[in-house]
T-cell receptor
Framework: GENVEQHPSTLSVQEGDSAVIKCTYSDSASNYFPWYKQELGKRPQLIIDIRSNVGEKKDQRIAVTLNKTAKHFSLHITETQPEDSAVYFCAASSHGGNNRLAFGKGNQVVVIP | DVKVTQSSRYLVKRTGEKVFLECVQDMDHENMFWYRQDPGLGLRLIYFSYDVKMKEKGDIPEGYSVSREKKERFSLILESASTNQTSMYLC????????????FGPGTRLTVL
């Protein structure tokens, strides 16, 4: 099955700086790559996703890039703010057509005011 | 607005007890999922269901079973709870096709004594 690895496990950034989280996946058949944000004590929520026919997608201060050849995708957060502090999970669509996802282990982002 | 609810936010059970965790979604989603979240291990899929009475094992099904008798409800059952099943349990739902957002419930923090 699909295996998703996420690095680094913890990232501290100064407010206003950029943060980048990288994920790698193993199954070249995966074609959907979402990112979820989980604030402390809350449920994970989708913040951005990308499909394999697109190389980059932006939504205000966040962007995701995909390199299918190297089988990795990255989340970019620009002009970080304290409310960006959270755990971020990447995922990749697994085998089959039932929207099963394989999640990475999560990345704790701490934005220092 | 999609709403996924779970029967309990916190639950304390004793070793050997049979435990039922309930999840309900109100958006007529075909897929429902049960995950377990542990620090440093991310979101691990226990079971999922893509239709009423249909189920598939995830990555860590041992010690768990599920039931989906109605489309909106997906139950996770611990036949004989053990201390290593102490964890946060998250339910999610999504439309049927690959590449659709998974909407998460608030989670149930289960402690097995």
């Amino acid at each position: 099955g699909e295996n998703v690895e996420q690095h680094p496990s913890t990232l501290s950034v100064q407010e206003g700086d950029s943060a980048v989280i990288k994920c790698t996946y193993s199954d070249s058949a995966s074609n959907y790559f979402p990112w979820y944000k989980q604030e402390l004590g809350k449920r994970p929520q989708l913040i951005i996703d990308i499909r394999s026919n697109v190389g980059e997608k932006k939504d205000q201060r966040i962007a995701v890039t995909l390199n299918k050849t190297a089988k990795h995708f990255s989340l970019h957060i620009t002009e970080t703010q304290p409310e960006d502090s959270a755990v971020y999970f990447c995922a990749a669509s697994s085998h089959g057509g039932n929207n099963r996802l394989a999640f990475g282990k999560g990345n704790q982002v701490v934005v220092i005011p | 607005d999609v709403k996924v609810t779970q029967s309990s936010r916190y639950l304390v059970k004793r070793t050997g007890e049979k435990v039922f965790l309930e999840c309900v979604q109100d958006m007529d989603h075909e897929n429902m999922f049960w995950y377990r979240q542990d620090p440093g291990l991310g979101l691990r899929l226990i079971y999922f269901s893509y239709d009423v009475k249909m189920k598939e094992k995830g990555d860590i099904p041992e010690g768990y079973s599920v039931s989906r008798e109605k489309k909106e409800r997906f139950s996770l059952i611990l036949e004989s709870a053990s201390t290593n099943q102490t964890s946060m349990y998250l339910c999610a739902s999504s439309l049927g096709d690959r590449g659709n957002e998974q909407f998460f419930g608030p989670g149930t923090r289960l402690t097995v004594l």
